[in-house]
């Protein structure tokens, strides 16, 4: 039996191109955009982003040329609930979310799956850059374009039902294909930044929904070099934009090593206070091996498109616990550490504690 | 999802129905000649002769007098025209206690008549009242006369649909209108979803603008009328070359006139009996979609005069109608949720909201519509998948 796939078609080049390859593949495909905000125009117009009128007609334009069925999702209400809203509270409690990863957590892969599955379709195909083998989940041929961390959050059983047509394929033969294919999308830029929010100004979005909430700006030492109008303004390992007037001590350049939610303080020091060697991180996804009791050697990334450390990883009852073998810097809560071997996805925790000293026992937060 | 081997299953002829062959040969051979009718030299004038000709069957089919047929390009124009174009013919400062400024219409009308009537409330200094209906979706004339009788110096217009698009009412518009003209005000009613099931006679309505389209009687899409009484002026809403009596400019399009026509009088020729069938036959699907979905609601007044006789609309509870439409779709069989979109979002039909309906029955409906090409192989076809499709949505929408 033939089978049958939904494909979520944002409207860019790389889900119209996964679309086209499932139908040659021999599925049964069906397109479907997701509507991601009940005012389309609010969200980032011009051909940046996934959520605008353009996106859908554009999206429309490309079934039409596979020659596909085409629906629109409307998906405005979990996405705000389970993304945006998200986004708001990670920040407004000093973390620094992925929303790119949630969204795949709990919209592409969690209710857009669900309801495929209960009508009856067998899979979702996206145009992320990953692989899966064997089950498996493994990075994008394309190393520029690999999209695994973002998709590291999927249980197995997700990545059951998920499909990336993508993933053997560098970008650029991807383009060149869909222009050989007819589809007009070909040369549309790259989404970047925040889907969500039109301006690009985070910190602007952010203001808007949290107000002013201002705090101190602090040194290592407690002293406290100036005001902000909201801890959500910053993230660990910023160095720009920290409006701070007084010179540091030794001249270095400052950045943000801590933020403290309640008493919204901000500390900020030299550089190596952002070595962090000891992770601690919550929500565990084992899908590329079992989860580890002992320390196991692995490859850990700890932001998008970041680089890669190594080091050892193990649980600690629910916790997962990570002793880099060199110091990373500029690790934030909120974002997810992926643990690798090789090209294989092997699990991931959301980040809620970092430490630098490897003196300090495993089970403590220093933050 | 996979379609049947078997012919599509359509059943939204209220979105549009298929072209009548009659008309499809009347317009092919139109466009093969030459000729504006507001030209003067003899290709001209074959042209206006066959716009004139197409004029006086309108006429003919809905109790008008010739004069009385402005062309617009469709609904939406003619509509707007009725309701802009007479809201402002009454502006004109004639009135010692000022202008009217009140426009009364219901909350279950067309996009085309709705949003006129916001944009003059937003932008031109009227203020809209909506009649309310009840669960049936029919508008009480008690509630019309009430709205007037406030202060009827003040209603400038008075807008109700003949028949609803989404659930088939069939609005008592005789009496709406004397109900309106007691008062002296002018009423416009959109006869466009009325017009191919119903006997619309103009003169015997009593309206003073009616508003007909050519697509969803068998004509083509893009022609259209606004059928307007003596002394019913409306301000121009295009200007131009002032083609139609001055009330409307813009090349009258001879092909599409002569196409609408000759579907309009082919409409007309048989409306009696397809009105019957057509009952039947939507009967015969309520009756089937009732059996095997036993909790499936039927939105609208019942099956009877009330009600067009080609309209069927169900709320699925626990569904929601995109994968109803959707499962149908793969099925081949055509229907519609009713509802506006903006990037394909669907909004929850205003209409049943307006007749009481909360939210999750709003969006968990669909609208079957049925017209002349329609049969029993595509009632029963629906009647076949309707069990399953539901179920289906129901387990993808309780997720």
Redesign the interface.
């Known amino acids: 039996m033939?089978l049958?796939v939904l494909a979520a078609m944002s409207g860019g080049v790389d889900s119209a191109t996964a679309a086209a390859r499932a139908v040659n593949a021999g599925y049964?495909v069906?397109g479907v955009?997701l509507?991601l905000s009940?005012n389309?125009s609010s969200y980032r117009t011009g051909a940046r982003g996934c959520c605008?009128?353009e996106d859908?007609r554009d999206a429309r334009r490309a079934a039409d040329v596979i020659g596909i069925?085409f629906?629109?999702?409307?998906m405005?209400e979990r996405f705000h609930r389970d993304v945006v809203q998200d986004f708001v509270a990670e920040y407004a409690a000093g973390r620094t979310p992925n929303p790119c990863l949630r969204c795949n957590e709990k919209i592409k892969f969690a209710?857009v799956l669900?309801?495929a599955l209960?009508?009856?379709?067998d899979a979702v195909c996206t145009g992320h850059y990953a692989r899966i083998r064997s089950g498996v989940l493994h990075r994008a041929a394309d190393p520029g374009k690999d999209q695994s961390y973002v998709l590291a959050v999927l249980t197995q059983e997700q990545i059951s039902h998920a499909m990336f047509p993508l993933g053997d394929t560098p970008k650029a033969e991807v383009r060149a294909e869909a222009a050989r294919r007819g589809l007009a999308v070909a040369d549309k830029p790259d989404s970047h930044d925040v889907c969500f929010i039109a301006d690009g100004d985070t910190r602007g979005f952010l203001a808007r929904h949290l107000g002013e909430a201002p705090g101190q700006i602090v040194d290592t030492s407690g002293a406290v070099l100036g005001q902000h109008q909201g801890a959500y303004g910053f993230t660990v390992g910023q160095r720009r934009g920290l409006r701070v007037d007084t010179p540091a001590g030794d001249g270095k350049p400052r950045y943000v090593l801590d933020i403290e939610p309640v008493t919204r303080t901000v500390t900020v020091g030299p550089a190596d206070g952002l070595d962090v060697t000891e992770i601690t991180a919550t929500r565990p996804v084992w899908t590329g091996c079992a989860p580890p009791a002992e320390p196991m050697e692995c490859l850990v990334q700890l932001r998008a498109h970041g680089e890669v450390h190594a080091g050892v990883a193990w649980m600690d009852d629910d916790t997962v616990r990570i002793r880099l073998h060199h110091p990373a810097r500029g690790v934030a809560r909120g974002q997810a550490a992926v643990l690798y071997d090789g090209d294989i996805v092997l699990g991931s925790g959301t980040i809620t504690g970092t430490a630098a000293r490897t003196c300090v026992p495993a089970g403590q937060d220093a933050t | 999802?996979?379609p049947q081997n078997t012919d599509p299953v359509y059943l939204d002829h209220a979105a549009t129905t298929p072209m009548r062959p009659e008309a499809i040969a009347a317009m092919a051979e139109e466009l093969g000649h030459l000729g504006n009718p507001s030209s003067l030299h003899a290709a001209g004038r074959r042209a206006r002769r066959v716009v004139e000709e197409s004029r006086e069957q309108l006429a003919e089919v809905f109790g008008a007098r010739p004069s009385e047929i402005i062309f617009t390009s469709g609904g939406t124009e003619a509509d707007n025209l009725a309701v802009k174009g007479l809201y402002w013919a009454r502006q004109d400062g004639t009135r010692p206690r000022g202008n009217p400024h009140r426009v009364l219409t219901t909350s279950v009308e067309h996009h085309a008549i709705l949003d006129s009537v916001r944009w003059l409330e937003e932008s031109q200094g009227a203020e809209a009242i909506w009649l309310a209906v009840g669960d049936d979706g029919m508008v009480l004339p008690g509630a019309l006369r009430a709205a007037i009788a406030q202060a009827p110096e003040q209603v400038a217009v008075v807008s109700v649909m003949w028949a609803n698009n989404e659930v088939g009412a069939v609005q008592p518009v005789g009496e709406l209108a004397a109900v309106t003209h007691e008062y002296g005000v002018p009423f416009h009613t959109d006869a466009v979803q009325a017009a191919a099931q119903l006997p619309v006679d103009f003169a015997a309505s009593g309206a003073d603008a009616l508003t007909v389209t050519g697509h969803k009687l068998g004509g083509p899409v893009g022609v259209g009328a606004l059928i307007l009484a003596r002394g019913a002026v409306p301000v121009p809403v295009l200007h131009g070359g002032g083609q139609e009596r001055d009330i409307r400019s813009g090349t009258l399009d001879t092909p599409a006139i002569r196409a609408f026509a000759v579907a309009a009088e082919a409409c007309a020729r048989q409306r009696a009996e397809e009105a019957e069938r057509l009952a039947a036959l939507r009967d015969d699907m309520v009756c089937q979609v009732q059996a095997a979905v036993p909790d499936a609601v039927l939105n609208g007044p019942p099956p009877g005069p009330d009600r067009l006789p080609g309209n069927a609309h169900f709320s699925f509870p626990g569904c929601e109608g995109?994968?109803l439409?959707?499962?149908l779709?793969?099925n081949g069989i055509a229907c519609s949720t009713g509802s506006a979109?903006?990037?394909?979002?669907?909004e929850p039909s205003h209409v049943l909201l307006a007749m009481g309906a909360d939210d999750s029955r709003a969006r968990g409906s669909l609208r079957f519509s049925l017209g002349y090409t329609s049969t029993k192989r595509d009632v029963d076809a629906l009647g076949l998948v309707i069990r399953e499709v539901v179920d289906?949505?129901r387990?993808?929408?309780t997720?």
Do not use: N
């Open positions: 033939t049958r049964d069906t955009h509507a009940a389309p605008t009128l859908a069925p629906y629109v999702w409307d405005a209710a669900d309801k209960a009508l009856g379709f | 999802m996979t995109d994968a439409l959707m499962l779709d793969a979109c903006t990037a394909g979002v669907a289906r949505a387990r993808a929408a997720r």
